[in-house]
Every structure is written in C-alpha cells, then in structure tokens.
C-alpha cells in the first residue's frame, strides 16, 4: 500500500574571502611580496565591492553534502519505479518510528524533497514537502479533499503534499524563471509573468523529476506536533484556495499575496513568506540549496516552540535517488552523500 550545505557555507565563505581583503580603515590589501596595504581610491573601490557581490550572485552553489565522505550509489532496487523506491522508504522509516505496539494516539511526519538537474538550473528545480498523520489504531480517517488515504501494516494514515507549481506545468514545462537583462539582480526588470498555480501530488511531482531525469534529494520523515500539522493543513488550503498566483521569482509579489515560488510556498510553518538566500531575497534558493534552507528556517524558529519533536541534520539526513540509464552505469550526477539509482 503506497505512502505517500551547507547552504549558506559557499556564501559565507565567499564573503569571507572579499571580506577579508579589506580592512578596518577601509584599505584594500593588495598582493605583495612583503604585504603591502594600498589605499585605493573611492571609484576603483566601489567598482571592486560590486564585482565581489556579483561573485556572491553568480558564483556556482556549494553542494550541501559537502565535507562528507560520498558512499557509492545503491542499484539493489534499481528496476523498482523511483515512486515506490521512495514510498518504501518512507514508510520503513515512519514504521520504526511507531515501533509494534499499540499506537493509542494519531503521530505526524513531514518529509522535505527536492529536485535538480546537474547544473542545478532554476527552470529545473524544485522543492516541496509531504505531511502525513498516521491515525491511532482501530481510527478511519477523515475523508478530506486533496488527502491521501489508506493503511499500512493496519494502521490508517491521510498525507498530502505541497508541490507549488504553474497549473500545467506537467504539459507545459518550459518555466520562465527571469527574463530581462538585469532581471536577476533587479526584479523590476524580470518580465516573467504570474502564472496560475497548483498543487500538484507526490507522484505527480516525482513524475516531473522522472521525466527530466534529475537527482531527487529526500530528508526525514521527522515527527511534529498535531499543531505543525494544523499549520501545514492550512498553507494547503491556502493555495488551494485559487487567491495565489505562481512566479518563480517573487520578490515583488509575495508579501502582498500576489504569487510566490514553491520555496515559498512550502517554507516556514507559521510564518507565511519567509526570507532566505542573499540579501533575503531568496535568490539562489532552488533545489537542494531550497530545501535545505526551509529546514534552516523550521529549526531556526519552529523548532524551538516544540513543534518539531526530534533534532535535524540537514547534512547528514539527505538521501538521494539518482538517475541511471543502465545498471552500473558510471560518471552519474550525484550530489549526495549517499543514493539509490533509479531508471523508471
């Protein structure tokens, strides 16, 4: 029965790096064979603060799995569709948590994903996230619309998924992310337009990942109160809803409820649009780096009011399905520190 970085390191050390060039007096240090400070003059200064944040814009993402030893990828369930190798997963993980005993009252898990192809493209990335109640024992669920129901090993569970997305980006997925010289760095200039969204399911979501072969990143389950619970309920309903447009990038339009992207969409249980990336712009959040940033912000603020019940390693919790044409097959992008090869 199915179920359903260091992110901020790379910039950080960027910043470091430009940083570090400059002292306190304002004085850029030059190499020299002895050290030589230098004072350079405001215009030639100005024009080097700004190549060092063109660097933190358009410098390459550090993968988040960096500083772990890379394991080699599993192809013992390589014929099994990517779907079920993830539902499996899921399921063995929640069980464990629930243990054999009676379960006398209803548990919650969330379960964060992420997509990206090798060059982690905007257009080919995204991030959403699966919420499941599984219910106590002897107790049906609700027969809510949008929900997922069944059981497992007797036990009856409901799980939904917040996958923001333009509504026909299954038949249509050719995304506008930016478009307009200097529209990354100034979205008055992005001529993108607010596309209609939707929610789309976790086997939906993953078709879209199958279709463009990308690597598939997972964190969890991790249990939460009936309260995270309630909070993820809601933002579902919300976009449901039919109020909320979909931009890739929202800058402009997310504070007013006009549209927001799929980190957006799925950051912050309490807080509605939340900031991140550089500058709190977001810019750069897609992806691995996306997720792992919304768990940056559930630790951060949500987990201290007790509606995360158990510790999180955004490193060391990642796991990852990679695509493989041919069983064996070598040279694969693989961006995890340990993964599944799928091919269906």
Known sequence: MNW????EGGAARRFQLTNGLVNREGKWLLPGGRGVQRKIKKPIKSFASWVATSVLFFSPCVPVHGGLRKGDVDFS???????????NRIKAKVA????????RRDRYFI???????RWNNPGFSHSFISVIRVLADGKQPSRRSGFKQGSYQNRNFEAFTISWLPHDFDTNPDLCVFDGFGSRIFPKLNKCPISVGRNFNLAE????ALNKKNAVAMWGPYEIQRAA???????????DGGTIGYRADDRLDRKDRAAINCFHAMAGLEELYPNGGFLGTGFRMWGINGTARVL???TKSVRDKGLLLEPVDIKKDLYGFVYAPERSSRGLYDPFPNASAYHQ
Do not use: C, H, S, W
Request: proline share 4%; hydrophobic share 40%.
């Open 229 to 239: 619970f309630d909070l993820g309920v809601k933002r579902k309903q919300l976009l």
């Open 77 to 87: 369930n390589y014929d099994v569709p990517l779907y079920e190798q993830m539902v």
């Open 4 to 7: 359903i970085d260091n992110t």
């Open 96 to 103: 464990a948590r629930l243990g054999e005993g009676e379960n």
């Open 205 to 208: 979501t993953l078709k879209l």
């Open 111 to 117: 379960i964060p994903f992420a997509y990206q192809n």
């Open 296 to 298: 940056i912000e559930y």
